[in-house]
């Protein structure tokens, strides 16, 4: 399968995750703790399910949050290999706030080459292509078609503004985070700081909504893969802080180390 082949099954694979989880969504849900205390609903198995179904036709090996565990001894050699989050941001689904995607990224040789983000509530689909650019489509439902790449928005999108924008965790705020905006105040004056869920904090900074994402407190690889692919098309570095080295994937410990978006 060509890229582009691929690109259309994610998208198809993430709108279909979509759908399951707008339904969980609607409804009077219960919410779990997994091992690590992190919440998991029916929505989350139900978009796993969907994604799977939709991914195991390419025949590329598949790391989702909510699937079987890979040993490192066996997933080292994948190469490429589907990095997958069916629920990113589930304390803000539970939260009912809106904001919470589903992530899909094609990683290879250690790093993104491909994401999809799709935004159930908000309708909206991102993807990046590393070397082809990242879209953005909007009112796209889970029930619709898969959007040609010449429909969707160039990212960045030219913005008219004088303000320093700086995009935060609405749940993980640490203080090195708020000691890091303290930091850039001093170099670059005033600096708006913008709280967003999931990765859509990612994107903001992919469509040039934010000029500056911090991470300084834990995630997983399959929370940045897909927003890091996109940001990464659309021209902008994800990169280890505060080595400032690429952020790279398939570590054999899948937690990420800080990161900065720029």
């Known amino acids: ?103 899909i990224a094609l990683v290879e040789g250690g790093h993104p080459s491909m994401g999809v983000i799709y935004v159930p509530v908000l309708k909206t689909l991102y993807v990046g292509i590393v070397g082809q650019g990242a879209r953005k489509w909007e009112n796209i439902d889970p029930d619709s078609e898969v959007p040609t790449w010449d429909e969707g928005i160039t990212l960045p999108v030219t913005q008219d503004r004088n303000t320093y924008i700086m995009v935060g965790s609405r749940s993980h705020m640490s ?49 940045t893969g897909a927003g890091h692919a996109i940001c990464k098309a659309a021209g902008f570095k994800v990169d280890q802080y505060p080595e400032l080295t690429e952020l790279k994937y398939n570590k054999e410990n899948l937690l990420n180390p800080w990161f900065l978006v720029h």
């Open 1 to 103: 399968m060509d890229i582009n082949q691929l690109v259309s099954i994610a998208i198809a694979s993430s709108l279909k995750a979509g759908g399951e989880i707008l339904d969980v969504y609607s409804s009077d849900f219960s919410v779990e703790n997994k091992d690590d205390k992190s919440p998991l609903t029916e929505a989350d198995k139900r978009s796993h399910v969907e994604i799977m179904k939709g991914l195991e036709q390419t025949g590329i090996p598949v790391l989702s949050e909510e699937g079987k565990q890979d040993s490192f001894e066996d997933r080292k050699s994948w190469n490429p290999f589907w990095l997958v989050d069916p629920l990113d941001g589930t304390k803000e689904f539970v939260k009912r706030n809106g904001e919470f995607t589903v992530n």
């Open 175 to 223: 203080d090195e985070t708020t000691a890091y905006m303290e930091k850039l105040r001093s170099e670059k004056g005033e600096v708006e700081v913008l709280s967003r869920g999931s990765s859509l904090k990612l994107c903001m900074v992919a469509e040039g909504s934010a000029d500056r994402y911090p991470r300084f407190a834990p995630t997983m690889e399959w929370d």
